[in-house]
């Protein structure tokens, strides 16, 4: 649980990032520059920001910015300069592989594997580590397995992809933690509201921010989900801040809905309170139309 921000709720902000990344933090660099790159209204600007801060914490040795710089190169059509990014990513896991053994880089080297990056594709091998590393407790291995069942390479078996997210969860994996929420929440034998929640509740407050599960949380308090019987949307708006914050299409869009559909609510009841909860569901579904409409005119 280390990794968990000791703030009150929503957790990482953009504003906190900044401060992070200034101060140094490598990882808070990485997550910056992803914020930069992938927010709706990216500019080249924001873009040209994003690979100066990936290039920097690449150089300094951090493997996710590499993986970044990957995509970055990818998605901008030169595949001469990914290549090189992820043929240095592999390089690195070797290399900190020999120096010093570890979890994580056995982890890495299988990862690369699986995907061919910067090396041969084999299947069989990265599910072997995989396997040795979750008998060793490591939880992303867990993930990586399930993923592996219920995704591919293997024949589709979600019973079994469901038993390593749930061990990887219980090991604090946020991964898998998403991943077992979503089960609960989609699930009709394992249907579980409240464990939804709570696994919701606790990525929410990641020390890195995890949009995704601020947008659940969001949400929770908009529509009454799992197992909650009282709206609250100034706290659904809280999260959907911090999620915008951090670049979240999908946050920016219900922030402005839910904006919009509360200043309809008090227009015609008065307040937010004295609006009948099917009003505000339907208030909220024209405002969401609304926005989603504009959105997609920019």
Same mark, same amino acid.
């Given at each position: 649980?280390?990794?968990?921000?000791?703030?009150?709720?929503?957790?990482?902000?953009?504003?906190?990032?900044? =401060?992070?990344?200034?101060?140094?933090?490598?990882?808070?660099?990485?997550?910056?520059?992803?914020?930069?790159? %992938?927010?709706?209204?990216?500019?080249?600007?924001?873009?040209?920001?994003?690979?100066?801060?990936?290039?920097?914490?690449?150089?300094?040795?951090?493997?996710?910015?590499?993986?970044?710089?990957? !995509?970055?190169?990818?998605?901008?059509?030169?595949?001469?300069?990914?290549?090189?990014?992820?043929?240095? !990513?592999?390089?690195?896991?070797?290399?900190?592989?020999?120096?010093?053994?570890?979890?994580?880089?056995?982890?890495?080297?299988?990862?690369?594997?699986?995907?061919?990056?910067?090396?041969?594709?084999?299947?069989?091998?990265?599910?072997?580590?995989? #396997?040795?590393?979750?008998?060793?407790?490591?939880?992303?291995?867990?993930?990586?397995?399930?993923? !592996?069942? #219920? %995704?591919?390479?293997?024949?589709?078996?979600?019973?079994?992809?469901?038993?390593?997210?749930? =061990?990887?969860?219980?090991?604090?994996?946020?991964?898998?933690? !998403?991943?077992?929420?979503?089960?609960?929440?989609?699930?009709?034998?394992?249907?579980?509201?409240?464990?939804?929640?709570?696994?919701?509740?606790?990525?929410?407050?990641?020390?890195?921010?995890?949009?995704?599960?601020?947008? =659940?949380?969001?949400?929770?308090?908009?529509?009454?989900?799992?197992?909650?019987?009282?709206?609250?949307?100034?706290?659904?708006?809280?999260?959907?801040?911090?999620?915008?914050?951090?670049?979240?299409?999908?946050?920016?869009?219900?922030?402005?809905?839910?904006?919009?559909?509360?200043?309809?609510?008090?227009?015609?009841?008065?307040?937010? #309170?004295?609006?009948?909860?099917?009003?505000?569901?339907?208030?909220?579904?024209?405002?969401?139309?609304?926005?989603?409409?504009?959105?997609?005119?920019?």
């Amino acid at each position: 649980m280390e990794n968990l921000f000791i703030l009150e709720d929503p957790g990482c902000d953009f504003s906190i990032l900044q =401060k992070m990344a200034e101060e140094g933090d490598i990882k808070a660099k990485v997550e910056l520059a992803t914020c930069y790159r %992938d927010r709706f209204d990216a500019t080249d600007d924001d873009l040209s920001k994003a690979i100066e801060l990936l290039e920097y914490a690449a150089k300094k040795g951090d493997d996710n910015a590499m993986a970044e710089l990957w !995509m970055t190169y990818l998605n901008l059509g030169d595949d001469k300069t990914a290549n090189k990014w992820i043929k240095k !990513m592999h390089d690195l896991h070797v290399k900190n592989h020999q120096k010093s053994p570890s979890l994580q880089t056995e982890f890495n080297l299988a990862f690369d594997m699986q995907f061919g990056f910067g090396v041969e594709q084999n299947i069989s091998e990265t599910k072997r580590i995989f #396997e040795s590393l979750a008998k060793r407790g490591f939880g992303e291995a867990f993930c990586g397995l399930g993923l !592996m069942y #219920e %995704d591919g390479p293997f024949r589709k078996n979600k019973p079994a992809a469901i038993r390593r997210y749930k =061990k990887g969860a219980e090991l604090y994996n946020p991964n898998c933690m !998403m991943r077992m929420a979503e089960h609960y929440m989609e699930s009709g034998e394992d249907y579980n509201p409240e464990e939804a929640y709570r696994l919701y509740h606790t990525l929410s407050k990641y020390k890195y921010g995890w949009p995704e599960a601020q947008i =659940k949380m969001a949400e929770y308090y908009t529509y009454e989900l799992y197992g909650n019987d009282k709206a609250d949307w100034e706290k659904a708006k809280r999260y959907l801040e911090a999620a915008s914050s951090l670049g979240s299409h999908d946050a920016t869009i219900f922030l402005k809905a839910l904006t919009l559909a509360e200043e309809e609510c008090i227009k015609v009841n008065g307040s937010l #309170e004295n609006t009948p909860k099917e009003q505000k569901g339907y208030r909220l579904a024209a405002a969401m139309e609304t926005i989603r409409n504009e959105f997609w005119k920019i």
